[in-house]
């Protein structure tokens, strides 16, 4: 299984440049998740999406759109680049909201190897 | 709210020494709770998880954290360090699909 795949995995851009990280899961998960991840900050929340056609933002959402394609797919896209977004970005999905009343436990994380991007 | 405290933003132990990060959590719910491993230029890894089971909970490569409720703690715990666990650690509160993660703890392991 490939769990999560993220690309690219490294990417320069100029300042008011666009791009899209792409990101699909094979595991069935329900709800997928963008991070960016920051020295000392931890992993910060960009967006989210609880199934598909779903989305909701995050903690960080200013300057990112995302799309979930499907079941599988959910892009984020960086529509005018700025040097503030310079960073690591991780996707990652879990089975929430989980079948048959499983137990609230059974919802963890699998992240993607993540994608760094620098825009100068 | 959720909010998650890593105590140490820089752990340091010799090869062979006890480990331990320290994580304290607020929430409004009864908890799950993670720890998350991140080796250099890499992603996330799971390393162990608290669902209100037993409060000692085992990890991956010898692990441990202890859930204590009345000390809204979980910290994380290893009897001998070994050079392979220099690493990023997070500790993540959830409830439901939405997860916080602390600000992580770098642990360095000396020859």
């Known amino acids: 299984n490939a769990g999560v795949t993220q690309t690219p995995k490294f990417q320069v851009l100029k300042t008011g440049q666009s791009m899209t990280l792409q990101c699909a899961q094979d595991?069935?998960?329900?709800?997928m998740y963008w991070y960016r991840q920051d020295p000392g900050m931890g992993l910060r929340l960009i967006y989210y999406?609880?199934?598909?056609?779903?989305?909701d933002k995050g903690e960080v959402p200013n300057g990112y759109n995302v799309s979930r394609l499907n079941k599988r797919e959910f892009s984020l896209r960086l529509e005018s680049a700025a040097p503030s977004q310079t960073s690591v970005y991780f996707c990652?999905?879990?089975?929430?909201?989980?079948?048959?009343?499983?137990?609230?436990?059974?919802?963890?994380?699998?992240f993607g190897a993540g994608s760094r991007l620098t825009v100068l | 709210a959720q909010s998650v405290t890593q105590l140490d933003s820089h752990v340091s132990v010799s090869e062979g020494t006890p480990v331990l990060l320290r994580c304290n959590y607020s929430?409004?719910?009864?908890?799950?709770l993670f720890w998350y491993v991140q080796h250099p230029n890499k992603g996330l890894q799971l390393l162990l998880k608290?669902?209100?089971?037993?409060?000692l909970v085992k990890g991956i490569n010898g692990f441990e954290a202890e859930f204590k409720k009345s000390e809204t703690s979980f910290h994380l715990t290893k009897p001998s360090a070994h050079m392979s666990d220099a690493a990023e650690y997070f500790c993540?509160?959830?409830?439901?699909?939405?997860?916080?993660f602390g600000p992580g703890t770098r642990l360095s392991v000396l020859p």
């Open positions: 990652a999905s879990s089975p929430y909201p989980l079948a048959g009343g499983l137990f609230s436990g059974a919802n963890v994380l699998t």
């Open positions: 595991m069935n998960h329900n709800s």
């Open positions: 999406s609880a199934s598909e056609g779903t989305t």
């Open positions: 929430s409004s719910y009864s908890p799950s």
């Open positions: 608290y669902t209100s089971a037993a409060t």
């Open positions: 993540v509160v959830t409830y439901g699909q939405n997860f916080v």
